[in-house]
């Protein structure tokens, strides 16, 4: 067999039992801060990334509409000068408006123009932002301007197109009697420049078919002038000579670039019917509708040689503005810093750290709560076990749980501490109550014990005084019985009261004559004292059976405790008239304000000789302060050694119901 343990000793608590991490107060509180902190970072982050790409893409609008302004006025610049001189006044203007720094370089990086002021401006960046070449229009920014040709010429280099001050006032003039004509038969119209400085005719609403039904002919302002013959003839035969090296047919070329074939020479058939194959370009002319072919035409279609053609048109143009417009530049557009288009670049680099520092608030989140949660759950582990302590039979001698703080726990420890010493007091007092419990009783059972046996033996005569011994040892008996048996009632809630109107000057009476003989007795004198004139107190709706068990009781102890030639008072009044005040006044040897406390617990006696003498079972006061909580009331004690005590009963006055419910209560 194994040997056999010995039980651990009373008093001793079992070890802790401790509580899995997830189900203690520490592992939720652990739990709770790191959910907390988790979601705090996950909102932040989320806030910061929303607020800074909100911020970043509102920048990026913003350079990008300045940088579309700038590539717009300079490729205009371009477009309309054949060289970039007096660029520079152009270059500061927009660097001024946008605060944007603007370079403009060969495309070997020869300065052109630059806004910054500095001795040494700071190096361009690697990357250009735009080539500045009205020939060849940058897609990735727009332009102005009008829309590009498909040949991604800018519409505002005319070159050899652009009309002089003389065909421009005819034109213009021509132009205002179309419009006078077409507002006489209801249309309103108005008169649109373009880059060449030929004007053009615009219905209100862009409607052209209300103009083409009125009589007013546009066919005067369609024709071209002597210097837009002069160009067209020239690009004309650029293109021929372009289509004659790839041994195509040549073309005509109409003022809008549309393009008519020409005929066939004799013996050869055309490869394809005649074909008026417009091309949308915003150079030098005006949007007017091709001239039509007089052969008859099928459906339009795109075949090699139109294709062909569009690309030798394309090629002529060029050749015949390149000498009109500024070469090629280079556009370098970033911050006066130095600095390029500002960005959002979420490398890893960038994720280490954020993640990094989203890492360092969640451990010292995790690290303060720790700490916090380390000393909250210390000082309750120690009202656990004083609690455990406590249970396992320890209150007798209680050990005070150390009261660090005050705050919630302190408090909490505090009011333990409280009661656990109350409880102490209440054991001790529960141990001398038994005691003297047995102690009350067993005087006058020996008393009655002892005269019964020396009548049995014969040694002493039952005669009337025998007989009177034994009843009033049977008396004391019956009266311990009596007071135990109310203070169970009461404690139960089964002490009952039939209240009825009372008048206590009445009661305070019958009180008095029924003590006069104790009072006599003991050399004291008992007297009520009168109330003041027109000072009447109110009637009491009161039990007068236990009102004058309740004052009976005040003035047996003031009596017992008052030395002969001393005095006891009994008087009533009512300062409010709402209560009824009973004072009971001795001239005795009075308490000391330590014991005051104590005057109304069970078998407490100031005298601890436990004399009949001086005291009685110890249990009156107990059953005063019963009785007068049972009619809603409260008593004190006001004390001082040597010069006497008052006891002070309140009740509430008539109005006021104590039923049997205020008793049950208690």
């Not at 003389?166 to 077409?182: K, N």
């Not at 040549?250 to 020479?265: E, I, M, Q, T």
């Not at 040694?459 to 019985?481: C, G, K, N, R, T």
């Not at 409010?576 to 109304?600: H, K």
């Amino acid at each position: 067999m194994p040997p056999r343990s010995d039980p651990p000793p009373r008093g001793t608590p079992p070890p802790e039992r401790r509580l899995p991490l997830r189900k203690s107060l520490l592992g939720r509180l652990l739990a709770v801060s790191a959910l907390v902190a988790a979601c705090s970072v996950a909102a932040t982050a989320w806030l910061a990334v929303q607020t800074t790409s909100g911020a970043i893409k509102q920048e990026q609008g913003q350079n990008l509409t300045d940088d579309a302004r700038i590539y717009n006025t300079l490729l205009g610049y371009a477009a309309t000068h054949p060289r970039w001189d007096g660029v520079d006044r152009t270059v500061t203007d927009l660097a001024r408006q946008t605060g944007r720094r603007i370079a403009l370089t060969t495309p070997q990086r020869v300065p052109l123009a630059d806004s910054a002021t500095q001795d040494k401006p700071p190096a361009l960046p690697p990357q250009t932002s735009a080539v500045v070449d009205p020939l060849s229009v940058d897609g990735t920014l727009p332009a102005g301007g009008g829309q590009s040709a498909a040949d991604r010429v800018d519409p505002r280099a005319v070159g050899p197109f652009r009309l002089p001050a003389a065909e421009r006032a005819g034109l213009q003039e021509t132009a205002e009697r179309i419009v006078s004509c077409l507002r006489d038969d209801g249309v309103t119209s108005d008169i649109v420049g373009t880059p060449s400085g030929r004007p053009r005719i615009q219905a209100v609403g862009n409607d052209l078919d209300r103009i083409e039904g009125t009589r007013c002919s546009i066919d005067a302002l369609e024709e071209p002038t002597a210097t837009e013959t002069k160009a067209l003839t020239a690009l004309n035969q650029l293109a021929d000579a372009c289509l004659k090296r790839q041994d195509r047919h040549a073309v005509r070329l109409n003022l809008d670039l549309s393009w008519n074939r020409r005929p066939a020479p004799t013996g050869r058939v055309p490869t394809a019917p005649p074909v008026s194959t417009p091309e949308p370009s915003a150079a030098p002319t005006t949007p007017t509708e091709a001239t039509p072919t007089p052969e008859p035409s099928a459906a339009p279609t795109i075949n090699d040689d139109d294709r062909a053609v569009a690309s030798c048109v394309g090629t002529a143009r060029r050749e015949q503005l390149s000498s009109y417009v500024a070469t090629p530049a280079l556009l370098f557009i970033g911050d006066p810093g130095g600095a390029t288009v500002p960005g959002f670049d979420l490398s890893p680099a960038n994720t280490a750290r954020i993640a990094g520092a989203a890492a360092l608030v969640l451990a010292l989140t995790v690290g303060a709560s720790l700490f916090a949660a380390t000393r909250l759950v210390r000082p309750l582990r120690a009202l656990t076990g004083a609690a455990q302590r406590m249970k396992d039979g320890g209150y007798a001698d209680p050990v005070p749980v150390p009261v660090t703080a005050d705050n919630e726990i302190g408090r909490l420890a505090s009011a333990f501490n409280d009661m656990s010493a109350h409880r102490a007091r209440l054991e001790g007092q529960r141990k001398a109550m038994v005691s003297d419990v047995a102690h009350e009783l067993r005087t006058p059972l020996s008393n009655i014990r002892g005269w019964l046996e020396a009548a049995q033996d014969g040694v002493a005569d039952p005669d009337p005084a025998f007989v009177a011994s034994l009843l009033e040892e049977a008396m004391q008996l019956q009266h311990i019985i009596g007071d135990l048996q109310d203070l169970a009632q009461a404690d139960a809630g089964a002490l009952r009261l039939h209240p009825e109107p009372v008048r206590i000057e009445e009661l305070l009476g019958h009180v008095a004559a029924a003590h006069q003989a104790q009072a006599d007795t003991a050399e004291v004198t008992l007297t009520v004292a009168g109330t003041a004139p027109g000072a009447d107190v109110p009637e009491l709706s009161a039990d007068p059976v236990r009102l004058r068990q309740a004052v009976g009781n005040l003035v047996s102890n003031a009596v017992r405790h008052t030395p002969p030639g001393g005095s006891v008072t009994l008087s009533a009044s009512s300062p409010d008239g709402d209560v009824v005040v009973v004072d009971v006044a001795d001239t005795g040897s009075g308490m000391p304000p330590e014991d005051l406390r104590y005057v109304f617990d069970r078998f407490w006696r100031a005298e601890k000789s436990r004399s009949r003498r001086t005291g009685g079972s110890g249990l009156g006061l107990a059953i005063v302060r019963k009785l007068a909580e049972a009619h809603g009331g409260t008593v004190h004690a006001v004390s001082a050694e040597g010069e006497g005590s008052v006891f002070t009963l309140r009740i509430p006055a008539a109005g006021r119901p104590v039923a049997e419910e205020t008793a049950d209560r208690l």
